[in-house]
């Protein structure tokens, strides 16, 4: 029996609803950098999921490869001066508090957040998924996302990257709002956002992010955590 298949027959059956738990989510603000620390949750237990969402704010930067012990999820969105990856990790607890350290080709202004989903209440078996979308506006619709597993108790996190200093104006999400602002408008600074729900449904549209002010490129992502 390998890690995984231990850490499932330990984990307990939730009698309710059975919806994976975010328990929080850690921003990590402007770093310029080649090589960018981004920031764990000070809490982390054995058997979490970890959901990295890296944005950098230049067109010209690539991330080389990925960190010892994460897995990309789909392909990195890239739209003018913003490119999004996606990664998550089933963590061993030793991440608490620390930083993990993304590889680039050249210094970037970076912004990260990082979802940590409760141990037990998500799938083992490739338990994220992702639809992306980019483009140009003051309004920025999430893609809608039909994951693999079908209908089920997922949660759904909806996920915004975009130049410059932009502040969210509208969300379309209630639970969970979180954004970095940096103070700085220029095309290559990014600002990250994101929210999330949890809805029994086969597939979900979560809307838009809205912009209080301006037009940017932006990247936006819908994630789905599957449920046990």
């Known amino acids: 029996m390998n890690i995984h298949q231990r850490l499932l027959a330990s984990y307990p059956r939730n009698a309710g609803a059975n919806f994976p738990v975010r328990l929080s989510v850690t921003n990590t603000d402007r770093i310029v950098s080649q090589t960018?620390?981004?920031?764990?949750?000070?809490t982390v237990n054995a058997g979490d999921l970890l959901i990295m969402v890296l944005v950098c704010g230049s067109s010209s930067t690539f991330e080389i490869n990925n960190p010892a012990g994460?897995?990309?999820v789909g392909t990195e969105s890239v739209f003018g001066s913003i490119r999004t990856r996606v990664l998550y990790?089933?963590?061993?607890?030793?991440?608490?508090?620390?930083?993990?350290?993304?590889n680039l080709t050249n210094n970037?202004?970076?912004?990260?957040?990082v979802h940590r989903i409760q141990?037990?209440?998500?799938?083992?078996?490739g338990p994220v998924e992702k639809a992306s979308a980019t483009g140009l506006g003051s309004t920025m619709p999430c893609p809608t996302i039909s994951p693999s597993w079908g209908l089920a108790n997922t949660l759904w996190i909806a996920h915004v990257g975009a130049n410059g200093s932009f502040s969210v104006g509208a969300w379309p999400y209630a639970?969970?709002?979180?954004?970095?602002?940096p103070g700085t408008a220029s095309a290559t600074i990014p600002s990250i956002g994101s929210c999330y729900r949890q809805r029994t449904a086969a597939s979900e549209s979560p809307g838009s992010f809205t912009a209080g002010v301006g037009s940017y490129s932006?990247?936006?992502?819908?994630?789905?955590?599957?449920?046990i």
């Open 70 to 72: 994460w897995t990309q």
């Open 36 to 42: 960018p620390a981004i920031v764990m949750p000070a």
């Open 108 to 113: 970037s202004n970076n912004v990260a957040q």
């Open 89 to 102: 990790k089933i963590a061993d607890g030793s991440e608490a508090g620390g930083t993990v350290t993304i």
């Open 175 to 181: 639970d969970g709002r979180s954004s970095i602002r």
């Open 218 to 227: 932006y990247g936006t992502e819908t994630l789905a955590v599957r449920p």
């Open 119 to 125: 141990a037990g209440t998500f799938n083992l078996s």
